[in-house]
């Protein structure tokens, strides 16, 4: 079999763990399969690195920061392939670049366009172990880029897609997905399998186990991904296909994204096209817009609110503020202490009565619900972060998901 496998900050996160990561990669190899590794930066490495820059400025050049982030991948990529040397098998460590991938230039959050894995294919010919460095690929000028924060779980994706491997298996912290987040919840469960859109539900609305654009990709190009932990033999997640689950709960898993922001818009004026002019503004820049609620307001002017991640914050502010000064905005506010809980279940396409639980659920423990959004299979709350851990536990119990 030719299987990827990726191991994330925390798995490699000092030397020691790096010398065990290296054991099981050997053991991998010993039984008879090709291996490509991919490595995320030691845990802690990259915030390191970003405060390093924010020392200096207080928005430096993305490129900049691309050339400096993607540095992280390469010490654990190198000293992975000098371990496994050492242990006497015939390594080679790569860069995103040899690695073949090409992105976009979006730096800071590139897309990856395209894999060339013929050097990657020959050196596993040669019976070589290839340690591929996380995170990063290089855009048509030449420059590296990065993959947006986790983007290592996408290196792995991509690159087990464009080999056609067997297997892709995410190494992580925690034994595999669970029906929320084991930190917040002990009692939360952990699952055999779920569903790529499930999964893809989850990752987006803040389950960062997996970087959400990995299951799409995944989704897309039909890799066999499986989540598990680097410090033991247990076993993990397989997210696959719906139809491979026999058994679909109603309620799967609970999702928390702390790192929202709200944006009220105060005064908007009313006319044909003026969402359309914001909206495509933002999407311009690459902002992530979520949420949006429009209230129909008095004397020709309407409310706008919506959320986006905290990072596209500064962006989105210098758009909005530029529609405040052409006068098609009285006003603007912010708000940084809310969170986004969400209910995830393909169970809810075929079942009533689940948003309605969610909301008693908050009601119940006296929690204000800001703003709603559902989907076929989700429904979002955004609420005060104050009750973040509260509403998750609360909604945890009520779809009794620890059984
Ligand atoms: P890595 O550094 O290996 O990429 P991450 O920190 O990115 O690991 O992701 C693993 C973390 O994801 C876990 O430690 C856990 O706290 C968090 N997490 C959030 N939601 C879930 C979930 N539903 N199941 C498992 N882990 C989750
Ligand atoms: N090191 C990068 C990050 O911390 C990428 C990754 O770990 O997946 O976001
Ligand atoms: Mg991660």
Same mark, same amino acid.
């Given at each position: 079999?030719?299987?990827?496998?990726?191991?994330?900050?925390?798995?490699?996160?000092?030397?020691?763990?790096?010398?065990?990561?290296?054991?099981?990669?050997?053991?991998?190899? =010993?039984?008879?399969?090709?291996?490509?590794?991919?490595?995320?930066a030691m845990s802690g490495e990259t915030n390191k690195l970003v405060?390093? !820059?924010?020392?200096?400025?207080?928005?430096?050049?993305? !490129?900049?920061?691309?050339?400096?982030?993607?540095?992280?991948?390469?010490?654990?990529?190198? *000293?992975?392939?000098? /371990?496994?040397?050492?242990?006497?098998?015939?390594?080679?460590?790569?860069?995103?670049?040899?690695?073949?991938?090409?992105?976009?230039?979006?730096?800071?959050?590139?897309?990856?366009?395209?894999?060339?894995?013929?050097?990657?294919?020959?050196?596993?010919?040669?019976?070589?172990?290839?340690?591929? !460095?996380?995170?990063?690929?290089?855009?048509?000028?030449?420059?590296?880029?990065? @993959?947006? %924060?986790?983007?290592?779980?996408?290196?792995?994706?991509?690159? #087990?897609? /464009?080999?056609?491997?067997?297997?892709?298996?995410?190494?992580?912290?925690?034994?595999?997905?669970?029906?929320?987040?084991?930190?917040?919840?002990?009692?939360?469960?952990? *699952? #055999?399998?779920?569903? &790529?859109?499930?999964?893809?539900?989850?990752?987006?609305?803040?389950?960062?186990?997996?970087?959400? %654009?990995?299951?799409?990709?995944?989704?897309?190009?039909?890799?066999?991904?499986?989540?598990?932990?680097?410090?033991? +033999?247990?076993?993990?997640?397989?997210?696959?296909?719906?139809?491979?689950?026999?058994?679909?709960?109603?309620?799967?898993?609970?999702?928390?994204?702390?790192?929202?922001?709200?944006?009220?818009?105060?005064?908007?004026?009313?006319?044909?096209?003026?969402?359309?002019?914001?909206? $495509? =503004?933002?999407?311009?820049?690459?902002?992530?817009?979520?949420?949006?609620?429009?209230?129909? #307001?008095?004397?020709?002017?309407?409310?706008?609110?919506?959320?986006?991640?905290?990072? +596209?914050?500064?962006? !989105? =502010?210098?758009?909005?503020?530029?529609?405040?000064?052409?006068?098609?905005?009285? #006003?603007?506010?912010?708000?940084?202490?809310?969170?986004?809980?969400?209910?995830?279940?393909?169970?809810?396409?075929?079942?009533?009565?689940?948003? /309605?639980?969610?909301?008693?659920?908050?009601?119940?423990?006296?929690? $204000?619900?800001?703003?709603?959004?559902?989907?076929?299979?989700?429904?979002?709350?955004?609420?005060?972060?104050? &009750?973040?851990?509260?509403?998750?536990?609360? @909604?945890?119990?009520? &779809?009794?998901?620890?059984?």
């Open positions: 079999m030719l299987i990827v496998q990726k191991f994330g900050g925390t798995s490699v996160g000092d030397l020691e763990r790096i010398q065990n990561v290296a054991n099981r990669v050997s053991a991998t190899k =010993k039984e008879g399969h090709d291996v490509v590794v991919v490595v995320s405060s390093f !820059a924010e020392h200096f400025s207080k928005e430096p050049a993305r !490129a900049e920061m691309d050339m400096l982030l993607s540095a992280g991948e390469r010490v654990t990529a190198s *000293l992975l392939s000098i /371990a496994l040397q050492e242990m006497g098998h015939d390594a080679t460590a790569m860069t995103g670049r040899k690695a073949g991938i090409v992105t976009d230039k979006h730096h800071t959050k590139a897309r990856i366009e395209d894999i060339n894995p013929d050097t990657m294919q020959s050196q596993l010919k040669e019976g070589k172990i290839v340690v591929v !460095a996380g995170f990063q690929g290089v855009n048509s000028q030449g420059d590296v880029t990065t @993959l947006g %924060r986790g983007g290592s779980d996408l290196s792995a994706v991509a690159i #087990a897609g /464009a080999l056609k491997a067997d297997l892709c298996e995410i190494y992580t912290d925690v034994s595999g997905i669970f029906t929320t987040d084991p930190r917040i919840e002990p009692k939360a469960k952990k *699952l #055999a399998k779920i569903s &790529y859109d499930e999964m893809l539900e989850l990752a987006s609305l803040g389950a960062k186990v997996l970087q959400n %654009r990995s299951v799409e990709m995944a989704k897309k190009l039909n890799v066999n991904l499986v989540t598990r932990t680097s410090f033991s +033999d247990e076993e993990g997640t397989l997210i696959t296909k719906e139809e491979n689950i026999m058994e679909a709960p109603l309620v799967s898993g609970i999702a928390l994204d702390r790192n929202q922001a709200r944006i009220s818009l105060l005064g908007v004026k009313d006319r044909p096209g003026i969402a359309s002019d914001i909206f $495509n =503004k933002l999407a311009a820049a690459e902002v992530n817009v979520d949420m949006i609620i429009q209230n129909k #307001a008095v004397d020709e002017t309407t409310n706008i609110d919506f959320t986006v991640p905290v990072g +596209d914050l500064s962006d !989105a =502010k210098t758009i909005v503020d530029s529609f405040v000064q052409e006068g098609e905005i009285n #006003a603007d506010s912010y708000n940084e202490d809310i969170c986004k809980v969400s209910v995830v279940g393909v169970g809810m396409r075929s079942h009533t009565g689940v948003a /309605a639980k969610a909301f008693s659920t908050m009601a119940d423990n006296n929690i $204000n619900i800001n703003m709603i959004s559902t989907s076929e299979i989700k429904i979002s709350m955004v609420i005060d972060e104050k &009750y973040a851990e509260l509403a998750v536990r609360s @909604l945890h119990d009520s &779809y009794e998901l620890e059984k």
